[in-house]
């Protein structure tokens, strides 16, 4: 079972939207994959029961105000995405951190966004796994306009910090509709949904090696 933690303590930074994306992704892989929502805004849990008539569908489990998850994973899980709350800090993901095979962290190309998510990369640093390096954690640049100076600078600026750029998925509103239909990007074959799936290729070789 690999466990991916989707985490920013940047409340609108797409946490769910890239959890629930990897979660399809994985589920279209024929992998039988759990959705841990912890966000109290309910998001994930939302779009997995839209999905649930579908083949690739996603089990989600309820882990918002501290409820227990760990049980609640069936033994058959061959993936488990965690969407954690907004606002989080390390201490407030000491459970998930625990079992996380890698961390995920979306960033927005704003100065406001980027200063937002230092000091919560600053917590991340002093966890023990993470500060082993035993807990890879990747950035992903969300919302991203490549051709832009402010995605331009955002994005140097990231790459000079300790923990790489895994990743930087272009803006679209494709991705507002689907969640809101219980699909992903990958649930589709069209040339431009296509174009922007080929975004997320980094992010899935790097989920692969951790």
Excluded: C
Excluded at 20 to 32: P, S, V
Excluded at 121 to 141: A, D, E, Y
């Amino acid at each position: 079972m690999k466990t991916i933690l989707v985490a920013s303590s940047k409340g609108g930074a797409g946490k769910s939207t890239i959890a629930t994306n990897l979660a399809a992704n994985f589920a279209l892989e024929g992998k039988r994959t759990v959705l841990v929502d912890a966000d109290p805004q309910g998001s994930s849990t939302r779009w997995a029961e839209r999905r649930s008539e579908m083949e690739s569908a996603v089990l989600p489990i309820d882990a918002s105000r501290k409820r227990p998850w760990l049980s609640s994973l069936p033994e058959d899980a061959e993936r488990v995405v965690i969407d954690a709350a907004a606002g989080s800090m390390a201490v407030d993901l000491d459970s998930f951190l625990e079992h996380a095979d890698a961390v995920v962290v979306p960033v927005l190309p704003s100065a406001l966004d980027i200063e937002a998510t230092v000091g919560f990369l600053n917590t991340l640093s002093k966890v023990q796994r993470i500060h082993k390096r035993k807990l890879p954690v990747g950035l992903v640049l969300n919302r991203s306009r490549p051709w832009t100076n402010t995605s331009q600078q955002a994005l140097e600026m990231l790459k000079s910090w300790p923990y790489p750029v895994v990743a930087q998925l272009r803006d679209t509103q494709a991705y507002v509709v689907l969640v809101g239909l219980g699909r992903s990007l990958f649930d589709y074959k069209s040339a431009q949904v296509r174009d922007h799936q080929s975004d997320w290729d980094p992010l899935f070789k790097w989920i692969k090696k951790a």
